[in-house]
């Protein structure tokens, strides 16, 4: 059903998700109910999207899950720990999902050449498995579940790094000083062993804290503003996670927010062109900042 705003008839577009569709029906009165059957002769999900036209135009996709017959469990859940060292067992678990509630039992492939292959448990219950690898190296961990009536789902994948190093501690610039009320721009960055792309984690000692914000490259500056409400003394504090999730340690500068009187004349573009001269020199040049930049 739709319902048209001048009042139009409207014609209906159903795809059934198997493959088959109905192409378009005849018109009928705008807020009319239109029924249409469908027979689908395997088990499976299937996803029925329907769109409608009157005579000016034609409207997007809707969508409508439908699960016929007995499902496969849904591709397991797996956490645990994204790094470790060669040598090293460590624990993870692995948790499906089953639309009929049938216990599941699971498969892993542990990407080094090992696989474990799990009793059944109810389904979407956490079990844990523990596993180590002998080489350093980037691995796929993979997983799928099989319920009782031997419906096997889609495999899960979960990237780990053994030997993995954690990023540099961040540097914190930015101003030390400052007002209540006034917004200060801070840049952070740290570089990365594997030249990982990096996101940062910000608490700002105010109760705000900031998670998985980027990602950025490696030795890339990472900017953020952050406004302190009342004169206090704060300490912002800041690591970095690698690709992985390997963090680093937390880096710690204090700002002091005066009622009034003092504050801070921190530039921080001045800074990162200090830092990094060649890289900002012809948008220095850009925007005219500095004298004698022609």
């Not at 493959?19 to 249409?36: C, R």
């Not at 990982?196 to 900031?210: P, V």
């Not at 500068?253 to 990162?272: A, D, E, H, M, R």
């Amino acid at each position: 059903m739709s319902d048209d705003p001048e009042g139009d008839d409207v014609s209906y577009y159903v795809d059934w998700g198997d493959g088959t569709n109905t192409g378009w029906t005849d018109f009928y009165p705008s807020g009319q109910e239109v029924y249409l059957k469908k027979t689908y002769n395997e088990e499976g999900a299937y996803y029925i999207r329907a769109r409608c036209k009157d005579s000016w135009g034609t409207t997007g996709w809707v969508e409508h899950l439908i699960r016929i017959g007995n499902q496969a469990p849904d591709p397991p859940v797996i956490t645990g720990d994204r790094y470790g060292n060669a040598g090293q067992e460590i624990t993870y678990t692995f948790s499906s999902f089953d639309y009929e509630s049938q216990d599941v039992k699971y498969y892993i492939d542990w990407g080094d050449g090992n696989t474990d292959e799990t009793g059944f448990y109810t389904h979407n219950t956490p079990i844990e498995r523990s596993h180590s690898w002998a080489v350093e190296g980037e691995y796929d961990i993979k997983a799928r579940a099989e319920d009782t009536t031997g419906r096997i789902g889609e495999w899960s994948i979960y990237p780990i790094r053994i030997g993995d190093q954690p990023p540099d501690n961040p540097s914190i610039y930015g101003a030390v000083q400052g007002k209540p009320g006034v917004e200060y721009e801070y840049g952070f960055v740290s570089t990365d062993p594997e030249n990982d792309n990096l996101t940062f984690d910000i608490n700002w000692g105010d109760g705000l804290i900031e998670t998985d914000l980027g990602p950025v490259q490696s030795g890339e500056f990472f900017t953020r503003s952050h406004t302190w409400d009342n004169p206090d003394t704060y300490t912002i504090k800041v690591r970095a996670n690698d690709n992985y999730n390997y963090s680093s340690t937390w880096t710690e500068q204090k700002i002091i927010v005066y009622t009034k009187g003092k504050s801070s004349n921190f530039n921080l573009l001045n800074v990162l062109f200090e830092r990094f001269p060649r890289a900002f020199v012809a948008f220095k040049y850009f925007i005219n900042i500095g004298e004698g930049y022609k």
